[in-house]
């Protein structure tokens, strides 16, 4: 071999080497790259574990919480607010009504005709608008204003009604879901917003003097009968058609419970005297907080960096507004510890620029590849193409703060049968499993958008009420979802409730 052929073998074989070192370089960092991601996800499923003992002390959590909210303003955070609904809806209620539904992401208008015998609904006319984004923050005159003349557009294409003269308004229920302490049926102070409603002029004040000043404002005579909770609208309508409805639930855009309670459990108002001996009491269970909540650093940044830190702790980890933010945050933090996602990605960095419905979506994918899971990385937060591998990552962290979220729902769902006496178990005081209990048809109406259009989210609430409740006891506990409850139920309380009829509900 001439000298020649010898330097080139030996250069070639250098190259190689180096080639090779390049390569091997590369598969190593590469491979503690991957390592650094699959250890954030290893964090994030540790710290979202929701073992069923551990959603059972949630459940004891809550409903401690209600006994304290219930005995004393203040006395928790839970708020357990009284509704002055101290009856409800039995099928037999007449006429023609209005509702107004304000409070996620739509305002809704509802007309609903009730035949008066066996709950039946002659006519259901429903009207959705999104709400603009800028009157989420701006004056209530320009909110209030906005909602009257949709609601007028709305009248005024109603066919010739002989039912309305001059002697009979049109009667209108207000579902206004936020916390508001009720001075009466129809009537309450807001006492903060939630889901990124910011509008400070109206904190504190009357609102249905607010919506009865826009109404007028622009021409329009109509009189709010009731104002409502849009959870105990629901649990109006599940009752109006299931005379075993209990509770009802919202896990939407924010959550909610309400529940019909007995009139001498609500100690903090010993002078509360109702015909029926019960009344629905709002929970505002988002703001519902025990330290046994599986929390993450995620959920501590989202909370920290809300226009409400502190508040809303139990809707901040399940409801529908903050869902997609807790994924984006952990897509965020395995973008910035490697670059399985390509370079950083601005839109990363936007908060709420991942809408739930996207991680419903993501994680729902059956696609052998996965492509709508690229497509969204892609529209959505332009990350480009990702490796499978990397896809198969985004869809399990949809799954670890799906799971968790709806789990924590079925704890909190359970909470309330404890406290009314119907998990089985006799009661708060009473010892678990007592099988010689007799357990009645429970039935909790339940809506919103991350239980009736989230699959995944549905199944793993089932999954988990039978877990905790046993499937004995879970076979005689239903949840029904109602459509438009929250808008229809307050169209029914004002039937129930019209002027014409004489409040009977008194505090001493
Ligand atoms: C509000 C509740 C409401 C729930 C569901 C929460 O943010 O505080 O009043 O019932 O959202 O809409």
Redesign the pocket.
Known sequence: MGRVTVAVAVGAAVVACAVAGVLFGRRVRSRRKWRSVVGVLRELEESCETPVGRLRQVVDAMAVEMHAGLASEGGSKLKMLLTFVDHLPTGSEVGTYYALDL??TNLRVVRVQLGGRSSSILSKDVELLPIPQHLMTSTSEDLFDFIATTLKQFVEKEENNSEFSSLRTRELGFTF???VKQLSIRSGILIRW??GFAIDDMVGREVVECLQAGLARNGLDMQVAVLV???VGTLALGHYHDADTVAAV?I?????ASYLERSDAIIKCQGLLTTSGGMVVNM?W?NFWSSHLPRTSYDIDLDGESPNPND?GF?KMISGLYLGDIVRRVILRMSQESDIFGPLSPSLLVPFILHTPFVSKMHEDDSPDLQEVARILKEKLEIPEVPLKVRKLVVRICDVVTRRAARLAAAGIVGILKKIGRDGTGGISSIRGRSDIKMRRTVVAIEGGLYTSYTMFREYLHEALNEILGEDIAQHVILKATEDGSGVGAAIIAASYSSYTVDSVQLL
């Not at 939407?252 to 909610?256: E, H, I, M, R, V």
């Open positions: 409070g996620g879901s936020f916390p939630t889901k909770n849009d959870t919202i939407g855009t924010g959550t909610n505002e988002g809303q809707e």
